[in-house]
């Protein structure tokens, strides 16, 4: 079972970066997502280039989330997305003529822009693929030109929205294949989106099935978190992709770090490919005591790297080790 955690801190530091990232790895974790925003790309490429070849250095493979671009995905700063602001063209149009502000996933220029910056990412950063958090269908139908245009069947226009999202997600992954072939894919829904899993699955350069099993966040029953992982299990399974659930270890009061490990207990249940979490994220009454209580839970995991077990490693041969040190590394 491998470990993803999220590191949505800063890069600038890089002592304190190179500590985090040991501290991730000694987890037995194997990737990090960083999340980049289009605001971050432009202002410090050189603290981004830097910070995520620690990451590679310290044996972390790098996901790399787009954050909020186009305003469809989730990221750790509640900014909008800069070329929506800049580009309200791109909007989607209610049947009454007013614009939202999430760039219509149909519309030509935003796909093209959105398209050459994961190009720009993926050739520029030390990174392995990219992943797409909390993508939402827009619950706004979209009566744009381009909609209209491609779906001139005005009462058809609700379900082909939901048939070209799947078509946009398509397209971004060949995208990503297409820059770079052993690039990974992945997508992390909310739960209320799961939905979507059924069309999902059928993408052929989707990699990662995952979900946000928040149920604290959501105020739903904890019986939910092994009802949502079976779910993106099973339907990952079922057509060779991965399967990724996520661990609610933010925002969390006393009494929620006492849910912790049965929630984890939950998730574990459903036997993932991977399971993930976060590096001292955000609105935790203690936030120590919650990273450590994950570290805890993490270490129950069973390892499949030998390095962990020096006793082991001394009777390898040198070669053997090497390449198994280089083993998480892409
Ligand atoms: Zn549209």
């Known amino acids: 079972m491998d470990i993803t955690v999220a590191y949505f801190h800063t890069l600038f530091h890089v002592d304190t970066v190179k500590r985090d990232f040991e501290q991730i790895r000694a987890t037995g974790a194997t990737s990090i997502v960083y999340a980049v925003h289009e605001q971050e790309d432009q202002r410090w490429p050189r603290d981004l280039e830097r910070g995520l070849k620690l990451a590679q250095e310290a044996g972390l493979k790098v996901m790399l989330s787009l954050g909020r671009y186009g305003n469809l995905f989730a990221g750790p700063s509640h900014i909008p997305s800069w070329y929506t602001f800049r580009h309200p063209e791109t909007c989607i149009k209610d049947r009454h003529g007013r614009f939202h502000n999430v760039s219509c996933h149909n519309h030509e220029a935003f796909r093209s822009w959105l398209f050459h910056e994961i190009e720009y990412l993926l050739s520029s950063y030390a990174v392995s693929g990219i992943l797409l958090d909390e993508p939402r269908c827009p619950d706004v139908t979209c009566f744009c030109s381009v909609c ?143 990273w450590e209580t994950t570290r805890t839970l993490l270490r129950r995991i069973p390892r499949r790297q030998l390095h962990w077990q020096p006793a082991f490693a001394r009777l390898s041969s040198p070669v053997a080790n090497s390449n198994q040190a280089q083993e998480g590394v892409q």
């Open 148 to 290: 209209r245009a491609l779906c001139p069947d005005i009462t058809d226009l609700q379900h082909f929205q939901r048939r070209s999202f799947i078509e946009f997600l398509s397209a971004l992954f060949s995208t990503v294949k297409a820059v770079k072939s052993n690039a990974k894919t992945a997508i992390v829904l909310l739960p209320q989106d799961l939905n979507l899993v059924d069309e999902l699955v059928t993408i052929p350069q989707l990699d990662t099935l995952g979900c946000h099993l928040f149920w604290q966040l959501l105020n739903e029953d904890i019986s939910q978190v092994e009802t949502w992982g079976r779910t993106v299990v099973e339907a990952a399974r079922q057509h060779d992709k991965r399967s990724q659930l996520w661990l609610q270890n933010f925002h969390q009061d006393e009494e929620g770090e006492q849910m912790l490990e049965p929630s984890w207990a939950k998730l574990l249940s459903a036997e993932p490919d991977e399971v993930a979490c976060y590096y001292y994220w955000r609105n935790n009454c203690d936030p120590e005591r919650v």
